[in-house]
T-cell receptor, first 112, second 114 residues
Framework: EAGVTQFPSHSVIEKGQTVTLRCDPISGHDNLYWYRRVMGKEIKFLLHFVKESKQDESGMPNNRFLAERTGGTYSTLKVQPAELEDSGVYFC??????????FGSGTRLTVV | AQSVTQPDIHITVSEGASLELRCNYSYGATPYLFWYVQSPGQGLQLLLKYFSGDTLVQGIKGFEAEFKRSQSSFNLRKPSVHWSDAAEYFCAVGDSGGYQKVTFGTGTKLQVIP
């Protein structure tokens, strides 16, 4: 079984540019999550999809962040325009209902 | 609001020595507790979890953790560390149902020396 796939694995962009991160969950997993770790701090919840619907987006930092999940399959997280404080590692996780998470290896975003 | 404290940012142990990583949590009800590990270039891997029942939980790779309600702690232990255990370890608490939203600690980096 393929795991949770995230790409790119690394992205370096300039302040003010746009970046789109992608997550391919495990097939059949209805629940998809985005988390973020800013350097040296804890991993923080961003949002949760159930299929294509946003179940909880209370962790999204501001309106520069837009998450979508097309047809309940893959998800994208767009940051527009990127700021320096957006640098960090963005993790995606998926899970079937009633079971635990499988995390991807993360996308390291650096905004310069 | 739930929170997790991992007081040790960095720990160094000798290979073969025992290990204990500390974790304290704050949660209003019965907590759902996890330990995850992240090796370089890898995703977060679940080591073990506690939802209820026996307070001593066995996990993968020879790890165990003990839930102590009176101390709001969930410390991770391993009797003999291997060089491959060098990684970053995260304690986490889940909200109702365990998996809807997970709050992580800041992590403890483990270095293993020969």
């Amino acid at each position: 079984e393929a795991g949770v796939t995230q790409f790119p694995s690394h992205s370096v962009i300039e302040k003010g540019q746009t970046v789109t991160l992608r997550c391919d969950p495990i097939s059949g997993h209805d629940n998809l999550y985005w988390y973020r770790r800013v350097m040296g701090k804890e991993i923080k919840f961003l949002l949760h999809f159930v299929k294509e619907s946003k179940q909880d987006e209370s962790g999204m930092p501001n309106n520069r962040f837009l998450a979508e999940r097309t047809g309940g399959t893959y998800s994208t997280l767009k940051v527009q325009p990127a700021e320096l404080e957006d640098s960090g590692v963005y993790f995606c996780a998926s899970r079937p209902t009633g079971e635990g998470y499988t995390f991807g290896s993360g996308t390291r975003l650096t905004v310069v | 609001a739930q929170s997790v404290t991992q007081p040790d940012i960095h720990i160094t142990v000798s290979e073969g020595a025992s290990l204990e990583l500390r974790c304290n949590y704050s949660y209003g009800a019965t907590p759902y507790l996890f330990w995850y590990v992240q090796s370089p270039g890898q995703g977060l891997q679940l080591l073990l979890k506690y939802f209820s029942g026996d307070t001593l939980v066995q996990g993968i790779k020879g790890f165990e953790a003990e839930f102590k309600r009176s101390q709001s702690s969930f410390n991770l232990r391993k009797p003999s560390v291997h060089w491959s255990d060098a990684a970053e370890y995260f304690c986490a608490v889940g909200d109702s149902g365990g998996y809807q939203k997970v709050t992580f600690g800041t992590g403890t980096k483990l270095q293993v020396i020969p």
